[in-house]
């Protein structure tokens, strides 16, 4: 039977509205969820003026209503973590491991976020009669959701909130990721973190699981820098707003690491005139990591990289779902790892003008939409 529910539909050139969808039954390998929670990040905002027409947001959690024939890994009633990153399985990218950047079915690596083998089939949602996109194949701020299989993690987790479990499949998988797949920072190292938005919190959440021995956070925002501090921050940079590629801020971090630089520096501002930041920050055959996911034209000193320095730039931490958001339930379970105290304000759908405005402002550490 077709639900019909409420969605934030993007129109392409910057604006949205929230308008009624229907939602069909499932196909033999797609998954019907119905959203408790989408968290909100700077991509939904951005999706905005992607050209096209879609059903918003890549952050979510729900209740499975029901399953396709030929799924095996969730039921009817399973709490559920979205995940925006669907694989194959079998091209090049996910035999090496690389689930994250798989070929066929991600909407990023292979659809320029668009439609994708990754999406559930374009005629299993309506809007005004016709078929409509999801965001990142997934479309979470909607009543419900259509899925692939590929793209639900089931959560284990009894007492995790729907918005804490909605905030892992980007902002916690993103910063978390960043540190312990790809940097893979070693323990007693130290670490120096760019922007304490909500990526960049779970960069130093993730520096702390790692056991890094030293997390320096820099930021203009005085109250983020109070964040960081509950989040695993042992030191804080208040950095000025005309420091130009943080250079001054860079002197601070190596006057607190023996005058050479921290090991390891995520960048987590997605400002491009800070592109190269993270590599002022490092030490000698230090490593720079570029979190925040900067497309635009920027121009270095080559200098920066002297000498031995390694720059890298992942996507969504090298996100292996079935592996990593099993984990970060079990560190929220033990406690070494912050999400409900992350949600800094929740709201309907119908609030979601205000909710990006919080974020655009910088009010919030994550935002979220919750749904009954």
Not at 46 to 75: M, N, P, R, T
Request: with cysteine.
């Amino acid at each position: 039977m077709a639900i019909t529910c409420k969605a934030a539909i993007a129109n392409g050139k910057g604006g949205f509205t929230v308008q009624d969808i229907v939602v069909n039954e499932p196909k033999d390998d797609e998954v019907l969820v119905k959203i408790k929670a989408a968290g909100l990040c700077h991509t939904d905002h951005d999706s905005l003026s992607w050209g096209k027409q879609l059903i918003i947001g890549h952050e979510g959690a729900g209740i499975v209503v029901s399953v396709g024939k030929e799924v095996s890994s969730v039921l009817p009633g399973d709490r559920v973590i979205l995940n925006w990153a669907m694989h194959c399985g079998k091209c090049f990218q996910c035999l090496e491991g690389n689930q994250h950047l798989c070929e066929v079915a991600s909407p990023v690596a292979a659809g320029d976020n668009g439609y994708t083998p990754g999406h559930a089939g374009i005629d299993g949602t309506t809007f005004n009669g016709e078929p409509v996109l999801r965001s990142f194949n997934i479309g979470t701020i909607a009543g419900y959701t259509l899925v692939k299989e590929s793209a639900v993690v089931k959560n284990s987790s009894d007492t995790m909130s729907f918005p804490a479990a909605s905030i892992i499949s980007c902002g916690v998988m993103t910063g978390y990721g960043s540190v312990v797949n790809a940097a893979k920072l070693k323990a007693g190292s130290s670490a120096v973190v760019l922007g304490t938005g909500g990526v960049g919190l779970n960069v130093i959440q993730g520096a702390k699981v790692a056991g890094a021995g030293k997390i320096i956070a820099i930021d203009i925002n005085p109250t983020r820098l109070e964040m960081a501090l509950k989040f695993g921050a042992t030191h804080t940079i208040l950095a000025a707003k005309g420091d130009t590629g943080l250079l001054k801020a860079a002197q601070e971090v190596k006057n607190l690491t023996d005058g050479r630089g921290a090991d390891y520096a995520f960048e987590c501002t997605a400002i491009p005139e800070l592109g190269a930041a993270p590599l002022a920050m490092v030490r000698n055959a230090g490593t720079a990591v570029q979190v925040s996911g900067i497309e635009q034209d920027i121009t270095i000193d080559m200098r920066l990289f002297e000498w031995d320095k390694v720059y890298i730039n992942p996507l969504y931490g090298k996100c292996r779902p079935q592996i990593d958001f099993p984990d970060i339930v079990q560190l929220y379970a033990s406690g070494h790892l912050l999400l409900e105290e992350m949600i800094t304000r929740t709201y309907s759908i119908n609030e979601l003008d205000n909710a990006f405005d919080d974020m655009l402002k910088g009010r919030n550490a994550k935002g979220v939409i919750v749904f009954d």
